[in-house]
């Protein structure tokens, strides 16, 4: 018998939708003997498309999902109907999608593994993380790749990056676990006004159960990310692999793959042993504060 979510709640995102219903059409076709190319073949597609839609990387339509159920052998029709219910469900849009003017599609499946998420572990080394960044700070951000757009663009940019902090508010918050670089702490984007509110923000964040911020002081010389920002998603389905995004200037990698998942996993942890220990935060934002106090 097929495990189904019994609802998508409202922070489920279609991202997540489909990598769930892709992994349990892959299950599916498993227990049935059926290949890759066989059940591309039932539904008009190619194996390669069989392939993206067990990822859940592309939409699903529900004919097909109905065929391949069909070929796979599931009659039960409860079990039919739930399936098919995910299919439609992985059709909706997400809440971003009212931003789709100003999201770029790279960043639309981001969203969606975010607000599913029960752990977000990222690492930072230029700016404070999205999800910690006040108005005026991300404001700021924006401005330094869009300082060309009008301002009821840049206000949607912030709107939309203000909106995604929602999550961390949610009764089903995921845990938010962030190292910094000292460097962005101390590098005065929008000016020294805006950074002691950002870091007085981050203060406040501190005392939130669940988020937890850690800094690479500049003592620490090099370190385990030497390579650049990056973050790890991991959710409460066990049917869903951890998955790394690293974000470019003009598109982003998702990363699945087992050894690559355990090569970031393992350069995030070496990187919260190298950084000073949560307890110590607030006694490091302090004291950058009182720098910017003084600047």
Request: charged share 25%.
């Amino acid at each position: 018998m097929t495990t189904v979510p019994a609802e998508g709640g409202p922070t489920t995102g279609p991202t997540v939708l489909r990598m769930l219903l892709g992994a349990q059409l892959r299950r599916l076709r498993e227990h049935s003997g059926v290949t890759r190319e066989g059940a591309g073949w039932e539904i008009r597609a190619s194996e390669s498309k069989i392939s993206r839609m067990e990822l859940g990387r592309v939409g699903f339509k529900e004919r097909d999902v109905s065929d391949l159920l069909t070929l796979y052998g599931v009659t039960e029709p409860a079990e039919r109907e739930a399936l098919l219910k995910l299919a439609r469900d992985a059709n909706n849009p997400g809440w971003w999608h009212r931003y789709g003017d100003v999201l770029p599609a790279w960043f639309q499946s981001y969203l969606g593994l975010e607000a599913a998420a029960a752990l977000i572990r990222s690492y930072e080394v230029q700016f404070v993380p999205g999800l910690l960044q006040t108005r005026e700070y991300a404001r700021a951000v924006v401005m330094l790749g869009h300082g060309a757009a009008g301002p009821a663009e840049i206000d949607r940019r912030v709107g939309l990056r203000i909106e995604r902090q929602q999550i961390l508010r949610r009764p089903d918050a995921p845990l938010l676990w962030a190292v910094v670089d000292e460097a962005a702490l101390r590098r005065p984007i929008g000016g020294p006004q805006v950074m002691r509110g950002q870091v007085h923000a981050l203060i406040e964040a501190t005392k939130v159960p669940n988020i937890r911020l850690q800094v690479v002081p500049f003592d620490a010389g090099g370190h385990a990310a030497a390579g650049g920002a990056f973050s790890i998603l991991r959710f409460g389905d066990q049917d869903l692999p951890d998955i790394v995004y690293i974000e470019q200037l003009t598109s982003a990698l998702y990363l699945d793959k087992r050894d690559d998942v355990d090569h970031y996993a393992a350069a995030m942890e070496r990187l919260c042993v190298e950084a000073e220990p949560p307890e110590r935060t607030q006694e490091i934002l302090t004291r950058i504060l009182a720098d910017l106090h003084r600047a």
